[in-house]
């Protein structure tokens, strides 16, 4: 049986639907995990879970440890990999609370340490795309038989955060092609290519990207709409597994 976790982001700390199993806090080569891996079942599937940016959410973007991340996923036999997170919304299509399954990354972020292939064995893995396609259909076809609306591609620009955007990048992003913003996809997606393990995102909208509605982006704001992304997410992913 493949063994597939589920990474969440700001807004998915846990998995309120997993039955916990058990517990593990690993080390790794790249040190330490944000958080420790939690086994459990979901709508009986057995599945692995970990909090991106920590439990509780602590951890910004730029100092998550995405190297240890991944490392300790594939220690504990992982294959693929479904990961969760927040997003600003570019494109017309992504209003707040949607959820988008990206199928193309530009990374903005840097200073990341974002490579296993540091030393002698230099290899130049194929990142043609980013995202495992097989996985993005599963996920496809699940919000279907959830009844959940997606949008089924979309272009994921990485910023570095943790601060928002100017009104001038988000217009550079949309420019280069970017639907939707975020500061956590990369080098999550380029580590798990790395290591063989197949990757695809769930993108939930928290707010219109800077420039892109009225007004400043509140954390209130941010916080609202993710409750409701993350409730369709929370279905989308049941029925994923299930
Ligand atoms: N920009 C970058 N990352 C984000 C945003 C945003 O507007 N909203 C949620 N994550």
């Known amino acids: 049986m493949t063994t597939l976790?589920?990474?969440?982001?700001?807004?998915?700390?846990?998995?309120?639907?997993?039955?916990i199993i058990n517990r593990e806090q690993l080390d790794t080569p790249y040190g330490s995990p944000s958080a420790e891996f939690v086994t459990g079942e979901l709508n009986g599937s057995r599945i692995i879970f970990l909090a991106r940016h920590g439990n509780p959410h602590t951890i910004a973007p730029h100092k998550i440890n995405y190297r240890a991340n991944i490392w300790g996923l594939k220690q504990l036999g992982v294959e693929q990999i479904i990961a969760v997170a927040a997003v600003g919304g570019i494109t017309c299509e992504m209003a707040p609370a949607h959820i988008a399954i990206p199928d193309q990354i530009i990374d903005y972020s840097y200073g990341r340490l974002h490579?296993?292939?540091?030393d002698e064995a230099v290899q130049h893995i194929?990142?043609?795309?980013?995202?495992n396609q097989k996985l993005r259909s599963r996920l496809i076809n699940a919000a279907a038989t959830a009844n959940i609306k997606i949008s089924p591609l979309g272009t994921y620009g990485c910023t570095?955060?943790?601060?928002?955007?100017?009104?001038?990048?988000?217009?550079r992003m949309e420019r280069d092609?970017?639907?939707?913003?975020?500061?956590t996809g990369m080098p999550e997606a380029a580590l798990a290519k790395e290591l063989g393990i197949d990757y695809a995102a769930i993108s939930v909208v928290a707010n219109w990207a800077a420039g892109k509605s009225e007004g400043e982006i509140t954390m209130e704001e941010i916080e609202r709409h993710l409750h409701k992304g993350m409730a369709n997410t929370a279905e989308l992913l049941k029925a994923f597994v299930g």
């Open 126 to 131: 194929d990142f043609t795309y980013p995202y």
């Open 5 to 19: 976790a589920i990474i969440g982001g700001t807004g998915l700390t846990q998995l309120s639907d997993l039955t």
């Open 160 to 171: 570095q955060g943790p601060r928002l955007e100017t009104t001038a990048e988000i217009q």
């Open 177 to 183: 092609g970017c639907d939707l913003v975020g500061m």
């Open 115 to 118: 490579t296993f292939f540091e």
